[in-house]
């Protein structure tokens, strides 16, 4: 059986900001559509991605600003951290981690990262695919976090 991620529904306070913070971000914009007063639904894509994003009014519950740790995967991390700033959008510099390869993203009250794990600012010593990143966070505080990954895990 095979099984793609298709959409995460992101929890956000102020539509209009969402939308207009990811576009700028270099998302494409699927849907913007009202059903009703109280339901509206954004649809915007990362570029590349297969995976989209959904936000609007009436769709979740979930409290803005809540997720971390979203993965946006990127073949040359500089690359795209030049580009990010370009547009106008606040990032980390970018970082790798003391003894491991996942790292996540640390907002509000969540941290996702193990015990001894430390970010050490630049790239990964040895530019080891999965082991560069950089992490920025939108309006609401969602976080997300860039990988650079040059060559996939056998079976990826």
Known sequence: ???KLEMIVL???DVDRAKA???KAGFRL???Y???EDVRVVHLTPPGSECSIIFGDGLTPVAPGSFQGLYLIVSDIEEA???LVGRGIEVSEIFH??????????????????????????????????GSFLTFSDPDG?????QEVTQRLPGR
Do not use: C, I, K
């Not at 003391?98 to 790292?103: C, E, K, P, T, V």
């Not at 996540?104 to 600012?121: C, K, N």
């Open 30 to 32: 699927d849907v913007d």
């Open 97 to 130: 981690d003391a003894g491991a390869l996942f790292h996540g993203h640390e907002g509000g009250d969540v941290t996702h990262r193990g015990p001894g794990q430390e970010r050490l600012a630049g790239l990964h010593p040895e530019r080891a695919s999965y």
């Open 142 to 146: 969602n976080g997300w976090v860039l």
């Open 34 to 36: 009202t059903a009703s």
């Open 81 to 83: 951290r030049a580009e």
């Open 1 to 3: 059986m095979n099984l």
């Open 21 to 23: 913070f990811y576009e």
């Open 11 to 13: 929890p956000v306070s």
